[in-house]
Structure formats: C-alpha cells, structure tokens
C-alpha cells in the first residue's frame, strides 16, 4: 500500500509560517486527489484541504481558507501546504494523504506518522 512521509512541520509564533511537504511512495500517486487532514490533541482527525490529481481545483475548510495553499509537484511525488497567519487553534498533528474526493474526507492509503505543528508564543 502508499506510503505517505509527511515533513515540514515545528514550532511558531502566532501569525508565522510554515510549508509542509507529503512525499508518496509510488509515482502513480501523481494521478491521485490528495488531501492535507489534521489531529488536534483530544479531537478527531479532519479534512482541511484537498487538491485534483492534476492541481486545477482545490478546496479548504473555512477555518483555513485564504490562509492555507495546498499544491502538488506531480514531477517530483511531492504535495504542499503553505501555511501563512498561524492560530494557536491550528496546533495539530498534520497529515496527507491519497483522498477519494478533493472536497470530503475519504482517505484512500495508509497514514503517516504526520508532522506535528505547534503554534505557540
């Protein structure tokens, strides 16, 4: 099965920045819709963002829109997410991976160890 690795991920300020990154084992994930979903402590995994196989459409969950950017490199297996004017509530573990649909949750490979982001002054 796929294996996602995702990275990027650490410690900042509120109203700081990060890019996380979410490597796929296998090429074929390049034809796949991918998804960025995040755990914060005490609650259940979510779907935050998903992207086309091709990158044309994308769609984000209203507490991070216009804030977060996801977006994929089919060449190199890779899929983003820009993360600008961090919250204290987007303290998470963030997670990607191959999703059935780019706007609802339905996960479609093995989860990763994820990337703990952790927004703190």
């Known amino acids: 099965q796929v294996q996602f690795v995702e990275s990027g991920g650490g410690l900042v300020q509120p109203g700081g920045s990060l890019r996380l990154s979410c490597a796929a084992s296998?090429?074929?994930?390049?034809?796949?819709?991918m998804g960025w979903f995040r755990q914060a402590p005490g609650k259940e995994r979510e779907f935050i963002a998903g992207i086309n196989w091709s990158g044309s459409s994308t769609w984000y969950i209203g507490a991070i829109e216009g804030r977060f950017t996801i977006s994929r490199d089919n060449a190199k297996n890779i899929v983003y997410l820009q993360m600008k004017n961090l919250e204290p509530d987007d303290t998470a573990v963030y997670y990607c991976?191959?999703?059935?649909?780019?706007?609802?949750?339905?996960?479609?490979?093995?989860w990763g160890q994820g990337t703990q982001v952790t927004v703190s002054s």
């Open positions: 991976n191959a999703n059935q649909y780019i706007n609802s949750a339905d996960p479609i490979g093995s």
């Open positions: 296998e090429r074929t994930m390049s034809m796949a819709n």
